[in-house]
C-alpha cells in the first residue's frame, strides 16, 4: 500500500509555470506506476502522463512538449513539470499510482490516489 499527497498547486498567468509533487508516505515509487490526471468542472477525469517503473513517461497528445514528468532520487516524490500554462489547463490535478497497470490512461486502473490539487490559468 501507498498514500500519496500532492502538492503544488496554486494560481499562475497564462505562459507561466508550476511544477506539482507526488509524494509517496510510507513507501517508495519502486514498485508502482504513477500516472497524473486532471479534472476541470464539468470535464471527465482525463489522462495527463504516466511514468512507469523504469523511468518510461507517456504524455496526452495534447500536452507534448509542455509538460514533463520525474522522480526524485530517493524515488519518493513524483514530479509534474507544467510549462506554457493555458487557461484550458485549469483543473484538480491528480496523481495516482499501481503496480499493475494495463492500461495507462484510464483512471480506473490506477487503486491508490492523491487528493488532487487546485491549478488555475488565468488570461
Known amino acids: 500500500q501507498v498514500q500519496l499527497v500532492e502538492s503544488g498547486g496554486g494560481l499562475v498567468q497564462a505562459g507561466g509555470s508550476l511544477r506539482l509533487s507526488c509524494a509517496a508516505s510510507?513507501?517508495?515509487?519502486?514498485?508502482?506506476?504513477v500516472g497524473w490526471f486532471r479534472q476541470a468542472p464539468g470535464n471527465d477525469r482525463e489522462f495527463v502522463g504516466h511514468?512507469?517503473?523504469?523511468?518510461?513517461?507517456v504524455y496526452a497528445d495534447s500536452l507534448k512538449g509542455r509538460f514533463t514528468i520525474s522522480t526524485n532520487n530517493a524515488k519518493d516524490t513524483v514530479f509534474l513539470q507544467m510549462n506554457s500554462l493555458k487557461p484550458e489547463d485549469t483543473a484538480v490535478y491528480y496523481c495516482?499510482?499501481?503496480?499493475?497497470?494495463?492500461?495507462?490512461?484510464?483512471?480506473?486502473?490506477?487503486?491508490?490516489w492523491g487528493q488532487g490539487t487546485q491549478v488555475t490559468v488565468s488570461s
Open positions: 511514468i512507469s517503473r523504469g523511468g518510461n513517461t
Open positions: 495516482a499510482a499501481d503496480n499493475n497497470i494495463y492500461f495507462i490512461r484510464l483512471a480506473s486502473e490506477y487503486d491508490y
Open positions: 510510507g513507501r517508495t515509487f519502486n514498485t508502482y506506476a
